[in-house]
């Protein structure tokens, strides 16, 4: 079993729609959570990060952690054809953004 | 937000012969560098940790010799690929910690060994 699992995808949503993405992870001392946008043959880029449980929102993205369900998730609202890239999950046993522990990406096409 | 340049974005190459790639910091110190490697519809790997001034920590099943890692100054850490084999072709990608501790990404190299 891996330590983080996410669901490949795709997943494609038409301009405008909430999206909803997942991870699951089994390490419960994980406690640093992050998400990285990754665009086709491009290094991630970071969206957010949180601790711990509970939400963090940021304009159109909200982090949402329950650590009692070992799940994370990010929500994207009023979606748009730019989001479409692959968003990686990512996540620490420390408080820290050393030695990630990557999920294997969701692939978004949002339909214009 | 800080910048992580990463050259080459892409290389060919012979088998048998090697490729460096380099991983600056433009506008912050660096004192860990992360090289990762990803294989098409995977995720990201970590190969090594690389620390300004002393060697660096390589993950199990990565071969030291093969993935040379040199960090010789606090914006710049290298890795070269030593006789480089089709089954080394992946993307790789290196990533920089900052003072704040967070994580900056490369934009990447695509390394395609014939």
């Known amino acids: 079993q891996k330590e983080v699992e996410q669901d490949p995808g795709p997943l494609s949503v038409p301009e405008g729609a909430i999206v909803s993405l997942n991870c699951t992870y089994s390490?419960?001392?994980?406690?640093?959570f992050m998400w990285y946008r990754q665009y086709s043959r491009k290094g991630p880029e970071l969206l957010m990060y949180t601790y711990s449980s509970g939400n963090k929102e940021d304009g159109r993205f909200t982090a949402q952690v329950d650590k009692s369900s070992k799940y994370i998730s990010l929500f994207i609202r009023d979606s748009q054809p730019s989001d479409s890239a692959t968003y990686l999950c990512?996540?620490?046993?420390?408080?820290?953004?050393?030695?990630?522990?990557f999920g294997s990406g969701t692939r978004l096409l949002v339909r214009p | 937000g800080a910048v992580v340049s990463q050259h080459p974005s892409w290389v060919i190459c012979k088998s048998g012969t090697s490729v460096k790639i380099e991983c600056r910091s433009l506008d912050f110190q660096a004192t860990t560098m992360f090289w990762y490697r990803q294989f098409p519809k995977q995720s990201l790997m970590l190969m090594a940790t690389s620390n300004e001034g002393s060697k660096a920590t390589y993950e199990q099943g990565v071969e030291k010799d093969k993935f040379l890692i040199n960090h010789a100054s606090l914006t710049l850490s290298t890795l070269t690929v030593t006789s480089a084999h089709p089954e080394d072709s992946s993307f790789y990608i290196c990533?920089?910690?900052?003072?704040?501790?967070?994580?900056?990404f490369g934009s990447g190299t695509q390394l395609s060994v014939l």
């Open positions: 390490n419960s001392a994980f406690q640093y």
């Open positions: 990512a996540m620490s046993p420390m408080d820290s953004s050393y030695k990630l522990i």
């Open positions: 990533s920089a910690r900052d003072r704040a501790e967070k994580l900056f």
